[in-house]
């Protein structure tokens, strides 16, 4: 499965918003030490029932775009 997302880092309150066919997601996190992205994936994992490990970032690795995949 492929989730296209668009990250906001460093918000003051985390949120996952559905937009057509993308996640906007704000997460608290700053975007450096790749501590924003690890955070979204712990958020997706959550919200698809599935471990963190099975959450990729394909695509956006430094980008607020993302391309993410779940494995099964």
């Known amino acids: 499965m492929y989730i296209k997302v668009f990250v906001t880092p ?3 309150h985390e949120r996952v918003e559905e937009k057509g066919e993308t996640l ?12 924003a992205n690890n955070r979204v994936r712990e ?5 698809q029932r599935v471990s963190f490990g099975k959450v990729r970032i394909l695509t956006g690795h430094r980008s607020r775009d993302k391309m993410i995949s779940i494995t099964d």
């Open 10 to 12: 460093g918000a003051k």
């Open 24 to 35: 906007a997601i704000s997460v608290r996190e700053p975007a450096s030490g790749n501590r």
């Open 43 to 47: 958020i997706i994992a959550g919200r």
